[in-house]
């Protein structure tokens, strides 16, 4: 690991400083560009889910619940987000203005958790400039005012890592249990959480020295364990309220159908999601049937036209990491309750610290700080893109990361090589 000249004192100061910049900055987007958004179906069905559970209905459709008073099991999407939100409301920020608010706060502890990774990875200067591009970042704080689930999925995979961090350090079964408890809680927040699980319980593992093959396996073993205790009681709910076998959500449905068909294999949306690609369903099937319906369609459809797939998977990753279509991608996103002009900065913001990320990274290989953890949501957070669709909500997690590697970079060029002690 890098080290740094600065102390635990100072350190502790500057990042508290940065994160209450970055909360001054979050509750401030709120107050002005927040309030004029139009919100996606997704985030008023987060708001709506919210307001059933601080009601004591529980995880029920929440627009058959106001629409008729029914309360219809769901699991249209995982449980967490929405109960935090419940929470909010239960302490008085029961609102969309208030929802919001929950989210700047849950951004905030990112900024706070990229500046102790950023630490442990390259040492403090570089931990306090990641947390400030955190801390300024357009795409995140947008994300953190829009409602939807991926702040709060960002600051679990940031936590993760940080654990991962831990257990590298001493490698004990406790602690990759640890990682195993933040990548459960990041799966019942966003499904696509489970690509992580393998990937960061076995690069992790894998970095333990010294060790055999077994105690490594026996460690990230510890990992995929504490995920399956948490992902268990969601899933027993969900058979006995819903009769079917669900550990995530069933989201994955309107997601395969709408990424796999004509518009999305070619033309201007390649690569992305098409909502007009999901059929009606006037035969008025459940949840679970109608998202077994849907995942049927779109794997059909993939598997009709697997000669199209190389360029599609390419087409989807570039969009995930902001390399194909930028005024497009904003379009698009602003759909999922982002402000287009903000989600523009926020792209040219993202290309900047991407590209430093480059030389950045290069340069954390060549002092030998430990990466596997890193990598593993890198190609974690593509691989969700490549199998679902390409959208740079999917590469949220690994801003922090991003951070971290072109703060690197911008502390070479503006401290020179004096970054030891």
């Not at 107050?31 to 995880?59: C, E, M, P």
């Not at 309360?71 to 909010?88: E, K, M, Q, S, Y």
């Not at 033309?267 to 035969?283: H, I, M, Q």
Request: glycine share 12%; net charge positive; charged share 10%.
């Amino acid at each position: 690991m890098v080290g740094s000249h600065v102390g635990r004192h100072r350190f502790a100061w500057g990042l508290g400083s940065i994160a209450l910049v970055g909360l001054a900055i979050r509750i401030t987007y709120v107050a002005t560009v927040g309030r004029h958004l139009s919100f996606g179906l997704d985030a008023i069905w987060y708001q709506f889910q919210a307001g059933t559970i601080a009601g004591g209905k529980g995880y029920v459709d929440p627009s058959v619940s106001f629409q008729t008073g029914a309360r219809v099991p769901t699991a249209i999407f995982p449980p967490l987000w929405p109960g935090l939100l419940a929470l909010g409301r239960v302490i008085g920020l029961d609102n969309a203005t208030g929802h919001q608010v929950v989210g700047a706060f849950v951004g905030t502890v990112t900024v706070g958790l990229t500046g102790l990774l950023g630490r442990r990875v390259a040492g403090a200067r570089i931990g306090l400039l990641a947390a400030a591009l955190v801390a300024v970042s357009p795409m995140l704080i947008g994300a953190d005012g829009s409602l939807m689930s991926e702040s709060l999925y960002v600051a679990l995979v940031t936590a993760a890592l940080l654990a991962c961090y831990r257990a590298i350090d001493r490698p004990t079964a406790m602690r990759f249990a640890l990682i195993g408890v933040f990548l459960g809680l990041a799966t019942l927040t966003r499904s696509d959480g489970i690509f992580l699980v393998p990937l960061l319980a076995g690069f992790t593992a894998w970095r333990v020295r010294p060790a055999t093959t077994g105690h490594r396996l026996a460690l990230g073993l510890c990992t995929v364990g504490l995920v399956v205790v948490l992902l268990a009681p969601w899933t027993v709910r969900n058979a006995a309220r819903l009769h079917a076998v669900i550990p995530l959500s069933n989201n994955s449905g309107s997601v395969l159908v709408a990424a796999n068909c004509a518009s999305t294999y070619g033309g201007p949306l390649l690569g992305t999601w098409d909502a007009s690609c999901a059929p009606p369903n006037p035969e008025g099937l459940s949840e679970v049937d109608r998202a077994a319906a849907d995942r049927a369609i779109g794997i059909d459809f993939a598997r009709a036209h697997v000669g199209r797939l190389p360029l599609v998977v390419a087409a989807r990753s570039l969009r995930a990491w902001g390399l194909w279509s930028p005024s497009q991608l904003t379009r698009l996103e602003a759909i999922e309750s982002r402000n287009q002009t903000w989600q523009l900065w926020g792209w040219g913001f993202g290309l900047v610290t991407l590209v430093l990320a480059v030389p950045g990274t290069v340069l954390l290989a060549r002092r030998r700080a430990v990466l596997a953890p890193l990598a593993a949501v890198v190609v974690g957070v593509t691989a969700t893109a490549m199998t679902a669709y390409g959208s740079q909500r999917f590469a949220l997690a690994a801003g922090p990361i991003v951070a971290i590697a072109a703060a690197t970079a911008l502390a070479q060029v503006t401290m020179g090589r004096n970054l030891r002690g």
